[in-house]
Nanobody, 123 residues
Framework: QVQLVESGGGLVQAGGALRLSCAAS????????TGWFRQAPGKEREFVAG????????AYADSVKGRFTISRDGAKNTVYLQMNSLKPEDTAVYYC????????????????WGQGTQVTVSS
């Protein structure tokens, strides 16, 4: 398994931007696919974006497509989520997760999780 630590959350006005970071430690992180998920109060955890270990495959939830971009820096063992044009409905705790193999939209398939970072978008 790998250890994940998210950062970059905060309070932003609607239309603003934030960049989340997920720093990973672990010898084989380069072989792991990474996903960003989010969970709002009273709601289930949902898929936001995913990226394969080689960075050659990405996927996005329809609700964020065109606004969010996932990327990774192999040299820094870090995955980023650039979030633009934020909306109040993007408010949630954002989690980074990793799994061996290709990315998935199912959070149950991820074995490694960060502690989460709060993103709050005011209207």
């Amino acid at each position: 398994q790998v250890q994940l630590v998210e950062s970059g959350g905060g309070l932003v006005q609607a239309g603003g931007a934030l960049r989340l970071s997920c720093a990973a430690s672990g010898r084989f992180f380069s072989a792991y696919a990474t996903g960003w998920f989010r969970q709002a109060p009273g709601k289930e955890r949902e898929f936001v974006a995913g990226i394969n270990w080689g960075g050659d495959g990405t996927a996005y939830a329809d609700s964020v497509k065109g606004r969010f971009t996932i990327s990774r820096d192999g040299a820094k063992n870090t995955v980023y989520l650039q979030m633009n044009s934020l909306k109040p409905e993007d408010t949630a705790v954002y989690y980074c997760a990793a799994r061996s193999g290709s990315y998935s939209r199912d959070p149950r398939l991820f074995g490694s999780w960060g502690q989460g970072t709060q993103v709050t978008v005011s209207s």
